[in-house]
């Protein structure tokens, strides 16, 4: 775009201005925060990321590199700040941007035009908010997003009521009648609550190990508490849309600071409030995150937007905007990512939320936008979306009929096989998972040569009996080189030998916010099979 054009489209019409207070300039996210809440109020509607014709304001790429518009660092040669100081933007009789907002817009030019959207917006907020917190109170601090919302052209009335939603269901699933979210940024899209004030700082299962006694037996013994995942970190094993960014400085700054003191389960920064609402509205994780006292209603329609087609403008925003929308549609066409096909968002069509779950880690690693974080050790799916990188067959055998099978009864007996058909060497573990919720661990990490077969038990076999009638869920992970057995979680309240979850130290980071080498759990494989017990007839 020349200086002088006029590529700038009319304006939104709404009347209400609310000049933004200069004040705390040293943290561009903030400064950033107050240009978005600017922009949201003025001009998203006309410029925002379904706008036809460009600029579209949240695409800090197309303005700075293919309009030219905005010159970071210098506002006298930013055609964007002619426009908003000049008068020229709002058109005709609209109300123009007054004069602190214009040194608002110009003070984001100097300060290098920090993102307005998308993963760099929401860490810089996080950075930010999460210095200014009391070192007491910084380990129970956790985050929500909306962004990517607005990111995808959401109108403010659907990010009112998403940000209504997210208060109700809090307050449904807390117990307390009361404000418990404090938004970080004028535009409401980026939020921080406490843990304490949830009840989600508790730790309801206990890390335990099989320790030997003084008598030589072997028993199932709690270790060191201080590790206990609370219910926070029980949710974030399931979170199916994190990413640890690549070279990225506001990513470090926050895994050093924000990260290191919450000592989270996984490096989450913050999780997505649509998929929260999705998620904690029902099923398993609402039972864990439910205070059962509670008496307050649950929120109808808070799946409403998550549950919606995903398009190519959606799928940018998902992706944190890491990448311009131009790129997006070429690097996705004509590509499997995992087990999935992207191509109708190539073509201008969408796909279902959960095709689009399913790809997002294999587009975020394929696309090189940064290392994608598996849920693998979390309970709302047994399947694994990644494309395998070698070969392993789980075979599950009835031993008095000699048949390969996954249809047993009762007084059936079992024989389980995990096979390697790699030409490697591989690490593997085995999980069983009941229908009820019953876990075990049939083996630590064992090497197995190519070709060969693990079998369960060594010696004998398995008897099914009456109480085992349902399904059972066999779960290998495997990897070429040797990783980490899982750490066996157990509710205390329940018998000694049940276990609730079995969780590994994946992704975890050293002291420069990068990630340790062997936790990356992307290059694992993770299968399962799934057999079912019928009564005997």
Same mark, same amino acid.
């Given at each position: 775009?020349?200086r002088g054009s006029t590529a700038f489209l009319a304006l939104s019409t709404?009347?209400?201005?609310?000049?933004?207070?200069?004040?705390?300039?040293?943290?561009?996210?903030?400064?950033?925060?107050?240009?978005?809440?600017?922009?949201?109020?003025?001009?998203?509607?006309?410029?925002?990321?379904?706008?036809?014709?460009?600029?579209?304001?949240?695409?800090?790429?197309?303005?700075?590199?293919?309009?030219?518009?905005?010159?970071?660092?210098?506002?006298?040669?930013?055609?964007?700040?002619?426009?908003?100081?000049?008068?020229?933007?709002?058109?005709?009789?609209?109300?123009?941007?007054?004069?602190?907002?214009?040194?608002?817009?110009?003070?984001?030019?100097?300060?290098?035009?920090?993102?307005?959207?998308?993963?760099?917006?929401?860490?810089g907020l996080i950075a930010a908010d999460s210095a200014a917190q009391k070192?007491?109170?910084?380990?129970?601090?956790?985050?929500?997003?909306?962004?990517?919302?607005?990111?995808?052209?959401?109108?403010?009335?659907?990010?009112?009521?998403?940000?209504?939603?997210?208060?109700?269901?809090?307050?449904?699933?807390?117990?307390?009648?009361?404000?418990?979210?404090?938004?970080?940024?004028?535009?409401?899209?980026?939020?921080?609550?406490?843990?304490?004030?949830?009840?989600?700082?508790?730790?309801?299962?206990?890390?335990?190990?099989?320790?030997?006694?003084?008598?030589?037996?072997?028993?199932?013994?709690?270790?060191?508490?201080?590790?206990?995942?609370?219910?926070?970190?029980?949710?974030?094993?399931?979170?199916?849309?994190?990413?640890?960014?690549?070279?990225?400085?506001?990513?470090?700054?926050?895994?050093?600071?924000?990260?290191?003191?919450?000592?989270?389960?996984?490096?989450?920064?913050?999780?997505?409030?649509?998929?929260?609402?999705?998620?904690?509205?029902?099923?398993?994780?609402?039972?864990?995150?439910?205070?059962?006292?509670?008496?307050?209603?649950?929120?109808?329609?808070?799946?409403?937007?998550?549950?919606?087609?995903?398009?190519?403008?959606?799928?940018?925003?998902?992706?944190?905007?890491?990448?311009?929308? #131009?790129?997006?549609?070429?690097?996705?066409? %004509? $590509? +499997? =990512?995992?087990?999935?096909?992207?191509?109708? &968002?190539?073509? !201008? @069509?969408?796909?279902?939320?959960?095709?689009?779950?399913?790809a997002f880690p294999a587009v975020v690693a394929e696309l090189n936008l940064?290392?994608?974080?598996?849920?693998?050790?979390?309970?709302?799916?047994?399947?694994?979306?990644?494309?395998?990188?070698?070969?392993?067959?789980?075979?599950?055998?009835?031993?008095?009929?000699?048949?390969?099978?996954?249809?047993?009864?009762?007084?059936?007996?079992?024989?389980?096989?995990?096979?390697?058909?790699?030409?490697?060497?591989?690490?593997? #573990?085995?999980?069983?998972?009941?229908?009820? %919720? $019953? +876990? =075990?661990?049939?083996?630590?990490?064992?090497? &197995?040569?190519? !070709? @060969?077969?693990?079998?369960?038990?060594?010696?004998?076999?398995?008897?099914?009996?009456?109480?085992?009638?349902?399904?059972?869920?066999?779960?290998?992970?495997?990897?070429?080189?040797?990783?980490?057995?899982?750490?066996?979680?157990?509710?205390?309240?329940?018998?000694?030998?049940?276990?609730?979850?079995?969780?590994?130290?994946?992704?975890?980071?050293?002291?420069?916010?990068?990630?340790?080498?062997?936790?990356?759990?992307?290059?694992?494989?993770?299968?399962?099979?799934?057999? #079912?017990?019928?009564?005997?007839?």
């Amino acid at each position: 775009m020349r200086r002088g054009s006029t590529a700038f489209l009319a304006l939104s019409t709404l009347v209400v201005l609310v000049a933004p207070v200069r004040a705390d300039r040293s943290s561009a996210s903030v400064l950033a925060g107050q240009v978005l809440g600017l922009f949201q109020r003025h001009c998203l509607e006309c410029h925002g990321p379904r706008a036809t014709e460009a600029p579209r304001l949240l695409d800090r790429t197309e303005l700075v590199e293919s309009l030219k518009a905005l010159v970071p660092g210098r506002p006298e040669v930013s055609e964007l700040n002619d426009f908003v100081a000049g008068g020229i933007m709002p058109p005709g009789l609209r109300p123009k941007v007054s004069r602190a907002e214009q040194l608002l817009v110009r003070d984001w030019i100097l300060a290098g035009a920090p993102a307005l959207a998308g993963e760099n917006y929401i860490l810089g907020l996080i950075a930010a908010d999460s210095a200014a917190q009391k070192p007491t109170d910084l380990p129970f601090i956790r985050y929500f997003s909306l962004n990517h919302l607005l990111a995808a052209g959401k109108t403010s009335q659907q990010l009112e009521k998403q940000r209504s939603h997210l208060t109700d269901l809090l307050r449904h699933l807390s117990g307390q009648n009361a404000d418990l979210l404090t938004a970080l940024d004028p535009a409401g899209t980026v939020f921080r609550f406490d843990l304490r004030r949830l009840g989600w700082d508790r730790k309801p299962l206990n890390i335990v190990d099989f320790i030997k006694s003084p008598d030589g037996k072997s028993r199932l013994t709690t270790t060191d508490q201080k590790g206990d995942p609370t219910l926070y970190d029980l949710l974030l094993l399931d979170y199916p849309y994190a990413l640890l960014p690549r070279q990225s400085e506001v990513f470090s700054t926050v895994a050093r600071t924000y990260l290191r003191s919450g000592q989270l389960i996984r490096p989450i920064p913050y999780v997505r409030g649509d998929w929260f609402l999705a998620v904690a509205s029902q099923g398993a994780l609402h039972e864990l995150l439910l205070n059962k006292k509670s008496e307050l209603p649950l929120p109808g329609g808070a799946r409403e937007l998550y549950d919606a087609p995903i398009d190519l403008v959606q799928a940018q925003a998902e992706l944190g905007l890491l990448i311009p929308r #131009e790129a997006l549609k070429r690097d996705l066409a %004509g $590509k +499997k =990512f995992g087990k999935e096909s992207l191509d109708r &968002l190539t073509e !201008g @069509k969408t796909v279902s939320r959960i095709v689009w779950e399913r790809a997002f880690p294999a587009v975020v690693a394929e696309l090189n936008l940064g290392v994608p974080i598996y849920p693998d050790d979390g309970i709302l799916t047994d399947d694994s979306p990644r494309a395998q990188p070698f070969a392993v067959e789980i075979k599950t055998r009835e031993v008095k009929s000699n048949r390969f099978t996954a249809t047993f009864q009762v007084d059936d007996e079992l024989k389980i096989y995990v096979v390697n058909s790699a030409q490697d060497r591989i690490f593997l #573990e085995v999980q069983i998972t009941t229908d009820k %919720g $019953k +876990k =075990f661990r049939l083996t630590k990490p064992v090497a &197995l040569a190519p !070709g @060969k077969s693990w079998e369960y038990p060594e010696e004998g076999h398995l008897i099914f009996r009456d109480d085992d009638v349902g399904s059972i869920t066999i779960t290998v992970f495997a990897s070429k080189t040797e990783f980490n057995e899982a750490q066996w979680l157990r509710d205390p309240a329940k018998p000694p030998v049940l276990l609730d979850r079995l969780v590994h130290r994946f992704y975890e980071l050293d002291d420069s916010g990068q990630l340790r080498p062997g936790t990356d759990s992307g290059q694992m494989v993770r299968q399962s099979l799934k057999i #079912e017990i019928r009564p005997k007839p």
